[in-house]
């Protein structure tokens, strides 16, 4: 069998990537529009050519977030094959409509591209609207698949079942028999589900395995999830922009580049606003509630213990305790039941026929659920110093970003009293260019890093399992064994990082560098002699 | 044929044959690109440095969409056809994973490509178009695998009777190596047909010999190739060929008076083009060209109708690979269909501006 272990960090790293992608195909929409707003209202051409910079490096950009958004699409289905049958059940919907977003995202923004400069202003805030209307609806989408695999919406009371800890995934809409036999089968002959699934005519012979297709949409951690994430993204997006124009102004003092950070700051801070303390909270209430073993990891709790802040943010109630792995062992230890009790509840046979393969799961029968449990718990527990060394970093960093917003804020739109603070704390950085730079740094610093932190707590904190207390990675990962081979892997990453250390080099020249060898272009075109 | 499996089945053939008339007109017009590019940069040629921006303007119109499609055939696969997609991935791990490095390194270099060109070093801006150019032919010989995988299992045929993974098995099918010599200079002359149509807009005779050179030189090539493709069907997948030879008669017959007015009308032009005129036929030599690529996927895949996998002279119905794990919602797939008509919209009104009134600048603007 495939040892997924090698394979995670690889699908880490595209997944990475993707994400800084989409950071700046969600947030450059916004900073290119205000741009846009403010050349149509004054007429200055230095916003109409900021914009149009910034389209190139959203050009670029995109074309970068599209490849990784394909390795990513193909990492799924080629190195983990057994996500095809969430593919096909639960993910189906979010997934077919994606391809609505995806579609209808490149064609305006072809179209913005195509237009931009010919067309008048408001058109092409009209044109880029629809653009970011349907990238912000592939990220409704892709997180809605997500956070399926955080909290699998519409299992009702399975994982419960497993793990008495874990609370009831919304109603139960699965055929839990055949789930339960799918799980065991791969259970008993140690091989991934894909091994299953591909059999030609398995799906007939399984028959409806998922009753309700849209149920994936109804899930309240999927809610929070698409406000948190799309949010970050835009705020990363509209950090490197303002950090960007920011370090023009610091390299030449010009203060046309000053008039274009000023609106991005602005915005940075109202959003900033919406998503630390208000949506962010509501993200880890979700945590709390739906991923009992990722709060205990974030929060170290090895051993139950009394916080009265960490508890009223989390439940809202300081006189609660933050649940340890002690109390979710205890859980455990209160299940009785072994497979086999499980398997006769569900009058499966021991030898189940799957595809013309007879799978006897007679030897599982006197597995007691609550050792394995324990041993998942055990596993989990391996990651706590990794997610709680993460989260606490990414709210450092979190609270930097916002002080750096505020002051920034301050520092431009003048309010008696908090702009007089925001100054004196400014002129700590040193003059006005180092300053107004070293505060977007922050804002990067300050969105970024929260944003890594935070996709390894929310994916690496899920582990041992890759769909919440439902599937492990070896289950779902492909029976190619050379893709975790190192020659496989080398060569993975090889493409990985050099396709995209290219690609972000390239955004760089196209942002910075001016245009030094047309002269045979235009010599050709008949034009600037 | 479920409806669900019907619609799915139809569904991909779309995007399949969108897709593949996409990347027609991108992969021969990148080479093109390419090529000028660099005797550009070697010959201090102005003529041909606009010419290969002008060409270019097809890619970086067009190949983002054209991905879309690729990814759309991906959902489709593994929505609606659940286990052939498992099966593919788990048996042709190592041409997808060719084709998807391929994609890696082909997309962002045309962008890069664009982006980038006067504001690098030419000789640098040169190398990365080739690198453009070149890795678009790694994705069909990736993808193209896996077509000729499903009219004649060899290597999924011995996954299934051994239980071993076959590792560059794919690249032992004879079919493939006819299909993808096929593809191949169909997409070459394909990209100079359509280079030739858009320089015709652009009165520039010399862009339209040159286009013509590459369209109608490959089309030639084709007359080996085709029929190589076509005889080697009637070796390794004779059901395939009876229904060409079949119930896609009139079709078959309607391609190849297609191919045979592109060479006559490409052959006349390119005369015309070296005596400096531009014929009135060249601009519709590219829509011709893309015609005769989408009827021929149609061929390929509409041919194994109702099957997905053929094995000699026997088929194994879509049926069997299908999803049936769930109720699939339909409305939700013609709502997904009717949003899919209005990015082809959209996005022909961008190839509009772009390509027909010239709203890319040949000049980037500073």
């Known amino acids: 069998m495939t040892n997924p272990n090698p394979l995670l960090p690889l699908s880490a790293l595209g997944v990475y990537f993707h994400g800084m992608y989409i950071s700046l195909t969600f947030g450059l929409p916004v900073a290119i529009g205000i741009m846009l707003w403010k050349w149509w209202r004054t007429g200055d051409s230095d916003y109409y050519k900021a914009a149009r910079i910034m389209t190139a490096v959203l050009g670029v950009n995109f074309a970068l977030g599209a490849i990784t958004g394909t390795l990513v699409e193909f990492g799924l289905v080629q190195v983990w094959p057994g996500v095809n049958l969430a593919i096909a059940t639960f993910a189906f919907a979010p997934l077919a409509l994606e391809l609505i977003a995806f579609a209808n995202e490149i064609a305006f923004l072809v179209l913005f591209i195509v237009t931009l400069g010919r067309v008048k202003p408001p058109t092409s805030i009209a044109i880029l609207s629809l653009y970011a209307a349907f990238a912000y609806f592939s990220g409704v989408l892709i997180t809605a698949v997500n956070s399926w695999m955080q909290a699998p919406w519409g299992v009702g009371p399975v994982a419960k079942t497993l793990y008495p800890f874990m609370p009831e995934y919304g109603p139960n809409v699965v055929d839990v028999p055949k789930l339960v036999a799918l799980k065991l089968a791969a259970v008993a002959t140690g091989q991934p589900i894909s091994l299953l699934i591909e059999k030609p005519g398995f799906a007939q012979e399984v028959g409806i395995v998922l009753k309700d297709p849209m149920v994936a949409f109804y899930s309240p951690y999927a809610l929070v999830s698409i406000f948190h994430n799309i949010l970050a993204a835009i705020l990363i997006g509209m950090a490197v922009a303002t950090a960007g124009w920011a370090y023009r102004y610091f390299k030449t003092g010009d203060q046309k580049y000053l008039k274009i950070v000023k609106p991005l700051a602005g915005a940075f801070a109202v959003l900033f606003v919406i998503q630390a303390p208000i949506v962010a909270h509501f993200m880890g209430e979700a945590v709390v509630h739906y991923n009992p073993t990722k709060f205990a990891l974030m929060e170290g709790a090895e051993k139950t213990y009394h916080d009265p802040i960490i508890a009223l943010v989390a439940y809202g109630d300081p006189n609660k305790p933050i649940i340890g792995f002690d109390e979710l062992e205890k859980a455990c230890m209160s299940n009785t039941l072994t497979v086999g009790d499980l398997a006769k509840a569900l009058n499966l046979p021991q030898t189940l026929k799957l595809a013309g393969q007879s799978v006897d799961i007679s030897s599982l029968a006197s597995v007691k659920l609550s050792d394995l449990c324990l041993a998942d718990l055990q596993k989990a527990k391996a990651y706590m110093p990794l997610i709680h060394t993460a989260y606490y970093v990414k709210v450092a960093f979190a609270i930097i970003g916002g002080l750096a917003a505020a002051v920034l804020f301050f520092y431009f739109y003048k309010v008696p009293g908090l702009s007089a603070i925001a100054s004196a704390i400014a002129r700590i950085f040193g003059d006005e260019k180092r300053r107004v730079f070293l505060l977007a740094l922050l804002l990067v610093l300050g969105t970024v890093i929260p944003a890594v932190g935070g996709w390894a707590v929310r994916e690496i904190g899920r582990k041992p399992w890759s769909v919440y207390g439902l599937l492990y990675p070896s289950e779902i990962v492909t029976p190619v064994s050379y893709a975790a081979s190192p020659g496989f892997l080398a060569f993975a990453y090889l493409i990985i990082l050099a396709v995209n250390l290219g690609g972000l080099y390239a955004m760089y020249l196209v942002a910075t560098r001016g245009y030094k060898f047309l002269e045979l272009l235009k010599k050709g075109a008949g034009v600037g002699k | ?366």
């Open chain 2, 1 to 366: 044929m479920n409806p669900a499996v019907f619609i799915g089945f139809v569904g991909l053939g779309l995007a399949v044959t969108l897709h593949v008339i996409f990347v027609s007109m991108t992969i021969g017009s990148g080479l093109l690109a390419a090529l000028y590019r660099w005797k550009a940069y070697r010959e201090n040629d102005p003529w041909a440095e606009l010419f290969a921006r002008k060409v270019f303007k097809v890619l970086i119109v067009s190949e983002l969409f054209s991905g879309v499609w690729g990814t759309i055939i991906t959902v489709f696969l593994a929505g609606f056809f659940t286990a052939v997609t498992t099966l593919a991935t788990n048996t042709l791990f190592i041409p997808i994973a060719i084709a998807i490095a391929s994609i890696m390194i082909r997309i962002p270099t045309i962008a890069i490509s664009w982006y980038t060109w006067g504001k690098i070093h030419p000789r640098t801006h040169s190398l990365v178009m080739w690198v453009m150019a070149l890795s678009g032919f790694g994705v069909p010989f990736g993808f193209r695998a896996i077509f000729a995988e499903i009219n004649h299992p060899v290597a999924v045929g011995y996954y299934l009777q051994t239980g071993h993974n076959p590792g560059f098995m794919p690249y032992s099918n004879p079919l493939f190596w006819t299909l993808y010599l096929h593809t191949v200079a169909a997409v070459i002359s394909t990209g100079g047909f359509v280079a030739a149509s858009l320089l015709a807009l652009d009165k520039d005779p010399r862009g339209v010999k040159s286009g013509l050179l590459l369209g109608v030189g490959f089309l030639v090539a084709q007359l080996i190739f085709g029929p190589l493709y076509y005889f080697s069907l009637d070796w390794y997948s004779p059901l395939l060929f009876k229904a060409v030879n079949g119930e896609f008669l009139s079709l078959f017959v309607i391609k190849l008076a297609a191919v045979a007015a592109l060479l006559a009308l490409g052959f006349v032009s390119y005369k015309a083009a070296r005596g400096g005129v531009i014929s009135s036929y060249v601009k519709w030599l590219g829509p011709l060209a893309l015609f005769t690529v989408a009827l021929g996927e149609i061929l390929n895949d509409g041919g194994r109708y109702p099957n997905l996998v053929i094995l000699g002279d026997k088929g194994l119905s879509a049926d069997l690979f299908a999803n049936f794990y769930i109720d699939i919602p339909m409305p939700a797939v013609y709502v997904i269909l009717a949003f899919l008509v209005l990015s082809v919209v959209v996005f022909t009104m961008a190839a509009f501006y772009a390509l027909y009134k010239r709203f890319i600048a040949e000049v980037p603007e500073v």
